[in-house]
């Protein structure tokens, strides 16, 4: 499984952006995609995800701010980041569990800079 992520950059606050995140390779079941994100010197942490059900579930920190969609069809996943501020500076993860083996697999990450 690849997952290839896209849609980072710098952005001021208040901006939006748009991250997606292409699946491809041996996808039989996928039990949930999501997204974290990581800073220097911090684990990384859930920013939202999306179950095969479509049920979501986010960060108290982005509530009302980031929408996560997912396009089964394209096998793609997105967030949609809105009132960006600067403490969602980080690099930005695509998260796929498989349904089959409970495998986690991982995007090489994207960065996301907003400056104030």
């Known amino acids: 499984v690849q997952l290839v992520e896209s849609g980072g950059g710098l952005v001021q606050a208040g901006g939006s952006l748009r991250l997606s995140c292409a699946a491809s390779g041996d996808i039989i079941c996928i039990s949930a995609m999501g997204w974290y994100r990581q800073t220097p010197g911090k684990e990384r942490e859930l920013v939202a995800d999306?179950?095969?059900?479509?049920?979501?579930n986010y960060a108290d920190s982005v509530k009302g701010r980031f929408t996560i969609s997912r396009d089964k069809a394209k096998n793609t996943l997105y967030l949609q980041m809105n009132s960006l501020k600067p403490e969602d500076t980080a690099v930005y993860y695509c998260?796929?569990?498989?349904?089959?083996?409970?495998?986690?697999?991982w995007g090489q990450g994207t960065q996301v800079t907003v400056s104030s």
């Open positions: 998260n796929l569990r498989s349904g089959v083996s409970g495998v986690n697999y």
């Open positions: 999306i179950t095969s059900l479509g049920s979501t």
